[in-house]
C-alpha cells in the first residue's frame, strides 16, 4: 500500500480482556517497529521486527504484551488481560531497513487508540 | 542509556513569525542521528527535519532549521514565516548509527500559531 496501515483506529476494551492490533506496512518494508504512546508522553519503543523474526523486544513492558509477523509483512501486537495502564496510541512504524531508514526515513501508521475501560 | 529531553511542554508563535523549540539529550556515543517528527491530530509521526552528528553544517529544509550544537548535547527546531499549519505536536528523536533503529522519543512541546 501507499502507506503504513493500522487497525482499528480505535479500541475500546474491557479490563481483563484480550486484544489485537494490525500494522499493514509498506510492500517491500523488512523493517516494522512498535512504539506506545501514553498520555503526553512521546513514543516509547516496543519491538523491532526484521523480516518474521523479533530482533529485539526489549521494549515490551511485561509478559502481557506479545508481537508476531509470521509472513515478514502484516504485524499484530497481542496484548492479554490487558488494564487500564495499557490505554494509550500504539503506533506502528517500518522501513526498508535499518540502515536505510537514515536516508529514506521510516513511515508512520496514525496509530490505534487503545482504552482499557 | 539515551535520554531526550524537551523542556518545553507548550509553545505560542503568532503566524508569520519565528519559533524555537528547545532540546536536549545526552548519551556517550560520537556517532548518532537526530530528527525532529511532527504529529498532528491524525497522530501520523511526520519527519520535519534530520541531522548527522558527524556533519557540522545545519540541516535545513525550506522554513524549517536546526541548531546543532553537538558539544552542549543541543539540537533546537527554528521554524520561520510560521503557517497555520504548522499547528501540531513537535518531537525531538535520538538513533545510534549502529543500532537497530529504534527512535527515542521526547516528551513533545504543542505548538500553537495564531492567525
Known amino acids: 500500500g501507499a502507506g503504513v496501515s493500522q487497525t482499528p483506529s480505535n479500541k475500546v476494551t474491557e479490563k481483563g480482556k484480550y486484544v489485537e492490533l494490525r500494522c499493514d506496512p509498506i510492500?517491500?518494508?523488512?523493517?516494522l517497529y512498535w512504539y506506545r504512546q501514553s498520555l503526553g508522553q512521546g513514543p516509547e519503543f516496543l519491538i523491532y521486527?526484521?523480516?518474521?523474526?523479533?530482533?529485539?523486544d526489549s521494549g515490551l513492558p511485561n509478559d502481557r504484551f506479545f508481537a508476531v509477523r509470521p509472513e515478514g509483512s502484516v504485524s499484530t501486537l497481542k496484548i492479554q488481560r490487558t488494564e487500564r495502564g495499557d490505554s494509550a496510541v500504539y503506533l506502528c512504524?517500518?522501513?526498508?531497513?535499518?540502515?536505510?531508514?537514515?536516508?529514506?526515513?521510516?513511515?508512520f501508521g496514525s496509530g490505534t487508540r487503545l482504552t482499557v475501560v | 542509556a539515551q535520554t531526550v529531553t524537551q523542556s518545553q511542554p507548550e509553545m505560542s508563535v503568532q503566524e508569520a513569525e519565528t519559533v524555537t523549540l528547545s532540546c536536549t539529550y545526552d548519551?556517550?556515543?560520537?556517532?548518532?542521528?537526530l530528527f525532529w517528527y511532527k504529529q498532528p491530530p491524525s497522530r501520523q509521526m511526520i519527519l520535519v527535519i534530520r541531522q548527522e552528528a558527524y556533519k557540522q553544517q545545519n540541516a535545513t529544509e525550506n522554513r524549517f532549521s536546526v541548531n546543532f550544537q553537538k558539544a552542549a548535547k543541543s539540537f533546537s527546531l527554528k521554524i520561520s514565516d510560521s503557517q497555520l499549519g504548522d499547528a501540531a505536536m513537535y518531537f525531538c528523536?535520538?538513533?545510534?548509527?549502529?543500532?537497530?533503529?529504534?527512535?527515542?522519543f521526547g516528551k513533545g512541546t504543542k505548538l500553537s500559531v495564531k492567525p
Open positions: 528523536a535520538y538513533r545510534s548509527k549502529g543500532s537497530q533503529g529504534n527512535l527515542i
Open positions: 512504524a517500518s522501513s526498508l531497513s535499518p540502515v536505510q531508514a537514515l536516508s529514506y526515513g521510516y513511515t
Open positions: 548519551t556517550s556515543e560520537s556517532d548518532y542521528y
Open positions: 521486527f526484521q523480516g518474521t523474526g523479533a530482533a529485539d
Open positions: 510492500s517491500g518494508h523488512t523493517a
